[in-house]
């Protein structure tokens, strides 16, 4: 089973609400990724967790909180986002860097 | 930090043709891949290719890693290879790889009936 399952697919939320994004694995995978994708550009890296650790931020804003429950598990919690933060949120995984397997990305739209 | 640049930005064939697509980037990788992107945004991995030829169907990859390069090959493309094709590395360092990838800005590829 090759897949990464990401949860809601489409999400529109307020500037002042609080809510989750969730993704999940079960190829065994000791790392996983958040990446943001904005309109026609390529997915940008926010975070990396190695082993339920978080080994990699690139200098995400603090509105953007990841979780690593277990190493199935990962959530990216969303509080007091901005319109720009729009964007296709992508989750991915992967076995000691080696070929990563995305989800179908969730949607966000912050109004 | 790295640069992966691709070529060409957009390509539009006819049903049944041959293309190429040229991944350069600007330093040693420990981790080189080719992703589809289709139009509902769905990243589908292709190859894994650090160095040397892989071959999948119609599709085939080579990369030279010591000349900093990597194609991608598609044969009697079809309406269904439309989409927008990456390019992905991760410098090389010596504490081995972590996949943090940095994408290339793609090939957006159209494929006409």
């Known amino acids: 089973d090759t897949e990464v399952t990401q949860t809601p697919k489409h999400l529109v939320m307020g500037m002042t609400n609080k809510k989750s994004l969730k993704c999940e694995q079960h190829?065994?995978?000791?790392?996983m990724y958040w990446y943001k994708q904005k309109a026609k550009k390529p997915p940008e890296l926010m975070f990396v967790?190695?082993?339920?650790?978080?080994?990699i931020n690139e200098s995400v804003p603090s509105r953007f909180s990841p979780e690593c429950p277990n190493s199935s598990l990962l959530n990216l919690h969303l509080h007091a986002l901005q319109p720009e933060d729009s964007a296709l949120y992508l989750c991915?995984?992967?076995?000691?860097?080696?070929?990563?397997?995305f989800g179908q990305g969730t949607r966000l739209t912050v109004v | 930090g790295i640069q992966v640049e691709q070529s060409p930005p957009d390509l539009i064939l006819q049903e049944g043709a041959n293309s190429t697509l040229r991944c350069n980037f600007s330093?040693?990788?420990?981790?080189l891949q080719w992703f589809h992107q289709n139009p509902w945004g769905q990243l589908i991995n292709l190859f894994y290719?650090?160095?040397g030829t892989k071959q999948n169907g119609r599709l085939s990859a080579t990369t030279v890693a010591t000349e900093r390069y990597s194609l991608l090959y598609i044969s009697s493309s079809q309406t269904t290879d439309s989409g927008v094709y990456f390019c992905?590395?991760?410098?090389?360092?010596?504490?081995?790889?972590?996949?943090?990838?940095?994408f290339g800005k793609g090939t957006k590829l159209s494929v006409k009936p």
């Open positions: 330093d040693s990788v420990n981790n």
């Open positions: 290719i650090p160095s």
């Open positions: 967790y190695s082993y339920e650790k978080l080994s």
């Open positions: 991915a995984s992967s076995q000691g860097g080696m070929r990563a397997f």
């Open positions: 190829m065994g995978h000791r790392a």
């Open positions: 992905a590395v991760e410098q090389g360092n010596y504490g081995g790889s972590q996949g943090n990838l940095i």
